[in-house]
């Protein structure tokens, strides 16, 4: 100890010296301070270090009896040495007056004579060390948890028992938990000693094992716990002989679950009886334990397994297996393992000055989970708008007080233990620099000027603080440059701000030397506050400005969302929704708008309740809803809660399987096939289908079958040969069968198909040759007794051998291509089994020449076929249709010309139905069959265009593919987020950027619209962020008036006539800096690449500056030549109402040329309007929901001011946004900022910091335009710089004004 401390005085002579050498000249009170008993401080300093204060030992958590003595250590370190005291159960105790408790020196508690009754129990409890520095603070130990044992209770007794010897025996004594230490078995009244064969368990149970003759006799547990000691029943444990027969094999005492702590050990009891005698083994998560070679695992008497110094690792399930060779028998149990709280990063001591914010760093592990709480200097830490727990456990301290200083801890604490860890803060004096660059628990916020400061002049207070821009959450502030340093090059500023009322300030710095406007975010609505702008130099801090009085903007007192919103469902048609009373309700609420919607849908629908509960019914069965509660006051809707999701109860299907179809497979078997019920009608996950069949002539006798999971056919197999079976299905959910499909028939084969031989040669082959490619046609051969796998189709110029192409049985045609034309094939057909090949059938064909343009491919579609032998082939279905259902299903109709008119399916006959896209151009054909004339495709992509075919299958006879339908699905919202987001800056403009990016990949529509989102913090709220609306055919936005030097976030959302997708991820881009000599602190507006600057002084030819009599005479020339102007504009008018009064055929003409709507007709000598032009970017008149190009490539928005500047951009949602009501969720109406902003916006969306400064009309324009107006006789009149739109065409714009003026 005495070493420790040498060491700490070497360390604060070491920061003596250091101290002194940084802050040479400055004073510090050290002396005074030390006699006040105040923290020390380094002479000469002014900077005081940081005090050494910590416990050296805590007290545990300590198990005692009635009766005893009890010692709970602590001593804790500081100089001087601290007060210790104790805490029980959160309240001090009084040790002055107390005859049982004591205060040892060291600072530990004594309690003699542990008093513990049934009804008083004045030790028991929760106890806490407490030390105190005066002048310094406080620190708190952990807490430790004292137990007494209760009185002695026996959860269970020995019973007697007979054992044969050789085998082992269990004697059970339970009692409480914190009785088991003092329990003790006794052996005929005598005390029992213990070994490696008699073992006591953790519960207190005796185990014996391989009994012999010594261990019978009477048998009894002793609790002593402070009183006196209390028996148990004594038992009888008798040996018996080995009777040399086997016994089957018995747990007598099996493993149970175990919750340990990382570091105890751990016990799972396993004693097995029987005859062989059996061995125990252990397995862990189905791996074998090796408990001979482990040094923490042991095998104790019996079987049990004792693991040693838990690990983490040592979690899972434990199997215990007894096995004598006759019989095997298994048991297992958890072992669950936690871990006490442990400090991965401590927190930190910390020097600041007033005003500054700082964060307190802990971070924690355990298992559980630990929970963090904060004290500060022994007393709580209670979150406030100015103490905040951020990132879980940090502890965060806005605009800091000279009170704030003392000693911090973070307490962590779980179901296992607890863990104090502490640090220190000490506030400066302003003109005391902190001697060290900031740690890392300053926010980058309020990182202060840490340099050393120097002597010199310092700045005086800047001048003309104003807050340019005022909203309900944030202020901008700005101002000009001390009078002291007009040009304020190298000054940084600070800006302090408070509440009115409160003295605790904040401070916000600016980012770099020479800026002059800050944007205080964060504010609370319609409250004072109180600023106040301080510059720096490289000398220190100078004077502030005078304090400045601010309000923000009030919000429209609606109510705040309803907290804890659940629902559940009661049944599979009902749930049950409940919310609690708005925090936040700014006033009665009159009642509450309960939202629900299907997922999966864009329909919402909504039902007032008064209540704070209610129970929708109506809804379909296990479908996923979607619910939302927004409260009403006076003053309209409120804040929409989150959306929660639940689904209705499962029940049993509602519909049969669909598709149901029959195909014979041989003389004794027949494959089943089906879909699953439609999707509505499912009711819950399909488990599996019950198949049920009979004989048709013997309909009493019916056969079930289950299948399981999602199959969705089945063989069924031992039918009797040439016999008519019907067929049903029904699907299962856990809740039971749904109803069955339809009765359906097929008949066996008399006999089986023949594969003992080769299948005959085919009954017909035909070839029609073309350019490059020859189609063979082919009919089955006549015996239809002999199986045919497949056909084999050979070819070659003079020889079929040269290639060789097989194709499936069902098969009648093939296009040869790749062919060489004006040339001679020879082809040869083969049908073949598994037996081998047919007797092949020869065809020859000679290609046509290159100039031969008159072959049809659609010949393969309509082939004549020669006639086939019976059975004849099927005619393929005719008549399919396509017609969509919605963005995934579409249904296939056909109809089938070898049915009777009516169309009435009466054999064994089903279709197959094939589908496919062509995009991607490689997609393979997806199929399934039917046994009706139309089937249901789902699982379609939305907006996508797919081909369908039918061919129809009877017995063993098969049609072509039908001509083919078309169909495209219906659009959805898109399933992604634009892609390739890019953000540029626009060259020469700094504070203009360009927003690139692609379209979705998976669109699902067309695109009619995206929404750029961006601000400058990406963890705002998304209602908070600054949109763009872009039009759907444009892939590229600029955004302008950005900040400069200023990260921004972007994100953008995609939209078509569904409605909006997901958002991309954030991309950030970092505006540039300020460039060019416009004065520090100042905005360059964005002129363009061709702006020129103004003739001045610094561009004489000369090199001196224009004179006054120069610049005078330039203004007398303007005016003059702006009069004359004027004069002949008034002349010509005249000139030309006259004309056109005498002429009213020329008035109606030029009054349409005039309009745009004709052309001017007549000759040269017709009067015709002058060909003017208005150079005036303001007056440029584009309607921005129209798109004039079709192929734009950029648009150009300034950032607008509020959200009432933004308009949407088309009105492609309207049907979908007046269906959600409103309710301030978003989608309410094109005059509503919610309606782009998102569900959630309620109160209108405010900007990033941007320049309040509104572009300056020219001086030329208001004559320029004026000038127009008197020539086409339209009044127009200017009001504030905006030029009203309506009644001015575009043609009025561009042709009619006279004079073009450059000023």
Known sequence: MAAERGARRLLGTSSFWLCCLLLLGRRAPGAAAARSGSPPQSPGSGVRTFTPFYFLVEPVDTLSSRGSSVILNCSAYSEPSPKIEWKKDGTFLNLVSDDRRQLLPDGSLFITNVVHAKHNKPDEGYYQCVATVENLGTIVSRTAKLTVASLPRFASQPEPSSVYAGNSAVLNCEVN??????????????????????????????????????????????????????????????????????????????????VRVIGQSAVLPCVALGLPTPTIRWMKNEEALDTESSERLVLLAGGSLEISDVTEDDAGTYFC?????????????????????????????????????????????????????????????????????????????????????????????????????????????????????????????????????????????????????????????????????PHGDNLTYSVFYTKEGI???????????????????????????????????????????????????????????APNIRAYATSPTSITVTWETPLSGNGEIQNYKLYYMEKGTDKEQDVDVSSHSHTINGLKKYTEYSFRVVAYN????????????????????????????????????????????????????????????????????????????????????????????????????????????????????????????????????????????????????????????????????????????????????????????????????????????????????????????????????????????????????????????????????????????????????????????????????????????????????????YEFSVMVTKGRRSSTWSMTAHGTTFELVPTSPPKDVTVVSKEGKPRTIIVNWQPPSEANGKITGYIIYYSTDVNAEIHDWVIEPVVGNRLTHQIQELTLDTPYYFKIQARNSKGMGPMSEAVQFRTPKASGSAGKGSRLPDLGSDYKPPMSGSNSPHGSPTSPLDSNMLLVIIVSVGVITIVVVVIIAVFCTRRTTSHQKKKRAACKSVNGSHKYKGNSKDVKPPDLWIHHERLELKPIDKSPDPNPIMTDTPIPRNSQDITPVDNSMDSNIHQRRNSYRGHESEDSMSTLAGRRGMRPKMMMPFDSQPPQPRTGDSWRVKASVLFTGIFLHQSNGEWPHKNLGRSLVTKDVLIHSKG
């Not at 807050?467 to 002291?484: G, M, N």
């Not at 016999?723 to 109803?739: C, D, K, M, Q, S």
């Open 177 to 258: 938990a914190d009785l088991v230490p003092f329990v003790r078995w006794e052996q005929n009244r005598q005390p029992l000693l213990l070994d490696d064969r008699v073992i006591k368990l953790p519960s207190g149970t005796l185990v014996i094992s391989n009994v012999t003759e010594r261990d019978g006799g009477l048998y009894r547990c002793v609790v002593e716990s402070g009183g006196p000691p209390k028996y148990s029943d004594e038992a009888e444990l008798k040996v018996l002989p080995d009777p040399e027969v086997t016994s089957n094999l018995v747990f007598l005492k099996q493993p149970s679950s175990l």
């Open 503 to 561: 003295a605790r300030e904040r401070v916000e710095n600016t980012s770099h030397p020479g800026e002059m406007q800050v944007t205080i975010q964060n504010l609370m609505p319609a409250t004072v506050y109180i600023f106040r702008v301080m510059a720096q130099n490289k000398h220190g801090s100078g004077e502030s400005s005078a304090p400045l009085r601010v309000e923000t903007q009030p919000e429209v007192q609606l109510p705040g969302p």
């Open 321 to 485: 297996i007894a096995d004598n060779g006759n019989e095997t028998i298994e048991a297992q149990a958890e072992l669950t393992v936690q871990a006490q709280p442990e400090f991965l990063k401590q927190p930190t001591n910390i020097y600041a000055h007033e005003s500054m914010d700082i964060i307190f760093e802990c971070e924690v592990t355990g298992k559980p989970a630990p929970t963090v709480k904060w004290v500060k200097n022994g007393d709580m830490v209670i979150p406030s708008d100015y103490f905040k727990i951020v990132k879980e456990h940090n502890l965060q301290v806005l605009g800091l007080v000279k009170s704030d200083e003392g000693f911090y801890q973070c307490i962590a604490e779980n179901d296992v233990g607890n863990a104090q860890a502490g640090a220190q803060l000490i506030i400066l004096e302003h003109d005391v620099a902190i001697p060290t660059l900031p740690p890392t628990s300053l926010t980058s916020a309020t990182t202060d000027h840490l340099a050393p400061a120097t002597t010199g002049p310092l700045p005086s207070a800047p001048r003309d603080v104003v807050a340019s821009l005022v909203s309900t959450r944030f202020i901008k502030l700005t101002w000009r440059t001390p009078a002291s340093d």
């Open 634 to 945: 006076k003053h309209g809707p409120g804040v929409s809660t989150q959306d929660v999701a639940v689904r209705t109860l499962s029940d049993v299907p509602s519909a049969a399987p669909q598709n149901l179809s029959l195909e014979v497979r041989n003389s004794k078997s027949i494959m089943i096939h089906w879909q699953p019920p439609p999707p509505a009608t499912q009711n819950g996950q399909i488990t599996g289908y019950k198949i049920r069949y009979r004989k048709a002539s013997r309909k009493s006798d019916v056969t079930e079958t289950l299948v399981t999971g999602t199959q969705l056919s089945q063989l069924i197999e031992g039918l009797d040969r040439g016999t008519e079976y019907n067929f049903r299905v029904a699907a299962l959910t856990i809740n039971g069968t749904g109803p069955a499909t339809d009765w359906l028939s097929a008949e066996t084969f008399e006999s089986d198909l023949d594969e003992t031989r080769v299948p005959d040669v085919p009954s017909s082959l035909h070839v029609r040759p073309l350019v490059t490619s020859i189609v063979v046609s082919w009919t089955p051969p006549e015996n239809q007794n002999i199986v045919v796998r497949g056909y084999a189709i050979g070819y070659g110029i003079g020889s079929p051998h040269a290639q060789t192409i097989k194709v499936d049985y069902k098969q009648r045609y093939y296009t040869i291509e790749n062919l060489d034309p004006s040339s001679h094939y020879v082809i040869t057909l083969k049908a073949f089994n598994n037996v081998g090949e047919g007797i092949p059938l020869y065809e020859s064909a000679v290609t046509r020449p290159h100039t031969d343009t008159s072959e049809v491919d659609l010949f393969v579609i309509n082939a004549p076929y020669t006639p086939v032998p019976d059975p004849t082939p099927m005619m393929p279905p005719v008549g399919v249709q396509a017609s969509i259902l919605s963005h995934d299903t579409i249904r296939i109709t056909w109809a089938d010309n070898s049915l009777p008119k009516h169309q009435k399916i009466t054999d064994s006959r089903y279709y197959t139905v094939r589908w496919k896209t062509n995009i991607p151009a490689n997609t393979k054909y997806k199929n399934a069959n039917a046994t009706t004339l139309s089937y249901l495709v789902t699982g379609l992509k939305a907006n996508t265009l």
